[in-house]
């Protein structure tokens, strides 16, 4: 059984800063990869980023050069860094991580960022 529970959301003012973190149940070295993903009010969810097992990254283009993905293995956490918020950015926040052919989520943590 994998569970992933997000935390570090909250409000924040447009240019600043958020950490999100998400851990997991057990070894995140499970998982082939695992991500973060968001979902603004009346949109579909969207990709925000990635990271393999190996480490390798990928991101979103209007992410690029603000957010920070990483992996912590000795705490089993996936984390966030978000620089240079944007009111666009405001959405609810999930991790995801496959493990095997299924791709497991967590409940999501709000960010609003106020312009």
């Known amino acids: 059984q994998v569970q992933l529970v997000e935390s570090g959301g909250g409000l924040v003012q447009a240019g600043g800063s958020l950490r999100l973190s998400c851990a997991a149940s057990?070894?995140?070295?499970?998982?082939?990869?695992m991500g973060w993903y968001r979902q603004a009010p009346g949109k579909q969810r969207e990709l925000v980023t990635t990271?393999?097992?190996?480490?390798?990254?990928n991101y979103a283009d209007s992410v690029k050069g603000r957010f920070t993905i990483s992996r912590d293995n000795a705490k089993n956490t996936l984390n966030l860094q978000m620089n240079s918020l944007k009111p666009e950015d405001t959405a609810v926040y999930y991790c995801?991580?496959?493990?095997?052919?299924?791709?497991?989520w967590g409940q999501g943590t709000q960010v609003t960022v106020s312009s």
């Open positions: 995801n991580a496959l493990y095997g052919t299924r791709l497991h």
């Open positions: 057990g070894s995140i070295f499970r998982f082939n990869y």
């Open positions: 990271i393999t097992s190996g480490g390798s990254t």
